[in-house]
Structure formats: structure tokens, C-alpha cells
């Protein structure tokens, strides 16, 4: 008889995990009284914290020592509060890599994963459009503040690893503020965009373009991916939307795109993916159950369902990048000439 081998095992980690909202707490609560920002304009002691964000001591105290204990502060060699280095470079409010819309993006629905069992439970049927089907510009230009923060970083990201020099009409499906396609026609010349995106959103595209000066070489389409027809082009990139939809709506649309392409063109799919043995990364996992908050048929996707999804639809040279390794992935494929 062969002997098991013994995992040995404490409460450690579901201790962790069962108290990881405590983080996430701490986290809102210094973007609120702005802490790296006074830490970055000098309060270097907890005295000076106390002071500039309005709290008492003790509070101050008790904030900072968090804040050092998630490396959100450091101390100096000569004991004086600095900013980590992410908190110096993404929650420095009036700096432009400021990231506060995005790190506070799912606040709202903080109340929603505490009903999670509920949620779980619920029998109605979930509705396509999920929490899109009823947007408003308001809500959208929220939304997109969030976005942009960060994807400006990814747009230029991209740009750096595709090349579309040569590349006429890029489609940007679910586009939102626009960061792929403001960066692609400013690195590419000659390329033009379109952002096909909800009604509501392309309002708000329509402004992030005319700040950055694009507002005549980015079109938007104001429509629903999974139902209206796209425009001809010879890129399409996708970003960010795989969780919004179950496996019968991304198979709809990477088709949907394929048609839309000239022959040799090249479609991108920007996403969280789970690996093929579907054991993470959590955050893959954690933005498919976020769809269970607003009703939708959203889920995780894995890496092998996308290139599924490539295949089946003709693309030839389908390969997978780490875009953002553990974070994003980028499949790409090409429609054959
Ligand atoms: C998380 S945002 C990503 C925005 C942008 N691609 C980026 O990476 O910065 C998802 C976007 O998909 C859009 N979207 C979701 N469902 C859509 C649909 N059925 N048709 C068009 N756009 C849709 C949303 O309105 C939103 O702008």
C-alpha cells in the first residue's frame, strides 16, 4: 500500500483570508483622508498625520501602523514617514499616474459581496447586459474616470507590444474612455480608431478624446457589442470585458470580429484568464463572481476557452502574452489572407 504524503496544515492562511477585508478597509480609509498625499507634502511623523488629515492621535496611530504593516508607508533611515514606492507614484492625489478612481472603483459594491450567499442562492434568470443595460452618462463618466486612471498605462502598454504601423481602422469593442485608441492613433500614424461602445459610454469617450487633442482621428458607435454589426477595419482589440460575458456571447463577438476584418488583419483580447488547470489567478477568478453582483451571465474564462474561442472562429496564429503578467492576458490571432 502506498503512504499518502501529509500536507501539514494551520489556520494561517483562512485566517488572512477571512479578515482581508480589514485591508481593503485601510486602504479606502488613507485614500479618504489622503494620507499619501500629506505624507508626500511632508507630515513625516504621526503627530503631523494626526494633523494634516484632521484625525486624533491615537486614529493617526493606529492608521499609520497599518499603513507601515501593508508597505503602504516605510520609515526613512532616520525614522520619518515616507511613501512606499507604489503609494508614492499611484495614490499621490494631482500627480498624473494618481490611481485613486481606479483603487476605489469597487467600493460600491463592497455591500453586494457581503450578501454573497444570498446572492448565490438567487434563482432568476441573469440578464445579458448586466449592470450595462441601464447606464447613464453620469454613471458612465464615473465609471471611466476609474477606467482611464488606469488605462492609459495599459493603452501605452499595448502600443509597446503591438506594432500597427501600416494598420488603417483599429475597432476598440468596449472601448470606454478610449486609453487603447488615444494611444494607438498617437504612436501610429496614419491609423485611425473607432470605440464601439454603449450609448451612454461613448458620450464620455467622445471627451477623453478631445482632451488628448484625437477627437478627428478616433469615431465612436454608440451600440451593444453583442448585437449590433461592426464597422470594417484591420485590427480590433478588445480590453477588459471577458467576465462581463458568459462563453456564448466572447464566442458571438471574436466571431463577430472576425467577419469585420479584412483578410490578414489582427483581433487582441485583453483579459483576466484563469490558467487551463483553472486553480487562478484569484483575480481572474474574483471578476467572474463580481458579475453575480449586478445579475449578469458573466464569468472567468480560461486561457484555453479564449483560444477557443479564436479558433473557432478562423483566426490562424493564435498565440497568448502575458500583458500584464498575473494580471492580464493578450490573445491575438490573425485572419488568414
Ligand atoms: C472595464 S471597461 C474597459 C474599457 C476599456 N476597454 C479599457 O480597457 O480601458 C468595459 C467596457 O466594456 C463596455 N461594454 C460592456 N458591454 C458592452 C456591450 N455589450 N457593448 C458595448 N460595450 C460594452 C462597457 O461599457 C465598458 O466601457
Known sequence: MTERPTERVDTTRLQHMARAFTETAVLWAALDLSLFTHVAGGADTTEAVAAACGIRRLNADRLVTCALALDLLRKDTEGRLVNSPESERFLVEGTPSYAGAWMRFTRPDAPGWMQLTELLRRPEEPRRLGMYGDLTVEAARAYHEATYSVGMGAGRRFCRQVDLSGRRMLLDLGGG?????????????????????????????????????????????GGDFTADPFPSCDAVVMASNLPIYDEVNIALVVRK??????????????????????????????????????????KAHTRGQVRGYFTAAGFVDVTEHDFIPGVLVRTTGRKPV
Open 257 to 298: 470580429a472576425f467577419d469585420a476584418l479584412d483578410p490578414g488583419g489582427e483581433m487582441h483580447l485583453v483579459g483576466e484568464m484563469l490558467d487551463d488547470d483553472g486553480r487562478g489567478p484569484v483575480d481572474a477568478a474574483m471578476w467572474g463572481m463580481q458579475e453575480i453582483l449586478y445579475n449578469s451571465g458573466g
Open 177 to 221: 474612455s478610449g486609453a487603447y485608441s488615444i494611444n494607438a492613433v498617437q504612436s501610429f500614424p496614419g491609423l485611425r480608431a473607432t470605440v464601439l461602445d454603449l450609448p451612454a459610454v461613448v458620450v464620455v469617450t467622445r471627451e477623453f478624446c478631445t482632451q488628448h487633442g484625437v477627437a478627428d482621428l478616433v469615431d465612436t458607435i
